[in-house]
């Protein structure tokens, strides 16, 4: 995650915003790997990603501080 800020840096791309969407991908890897292995529903495996995708935005806030715009890509 470090690097992937790096880069998000080095190009002048939204850290913020682009910090939330690596974690919902990587998160959503996670959950989609889960549901196939352990067949699980889709909507707990939704409702699992929404919660998790609110403490990665919670996370960003707390190292970034608060933004100007809201949180809006990992609803």
């Known amino acids: 995650m470090l690097i992937y ?3 998000l ?3 002048s791309l939204p850290l913020r915003q682009g910090l939330l969407n690596y974690g919902r991908q990587t998160l959503a890897g996670f959950v989609n790997s889960a549901q196939q292995a352990l067949r699980l529903p889709a ?3 939704a409702d699992l990603l ?3 995708c609110a403490t990665v ?3 960003t ?3 970034l ?3 100007r715009t809201p949180l809006s890509l990992c609803p």
């Open 57 to 59: 935005r919670t996370a």
């Open 43 to 45: 909507r707990d495996c």
């Open 9 to 11: 840096s080095v190009f």
């Open 5 to 7: 800020g790096v880069v």
């Open 50 to 52: 929404e919660g998790e």
């Open 61 to 63: 806030e707390r190292v």
């Open 65 to 67: 501080g608060p933004g």
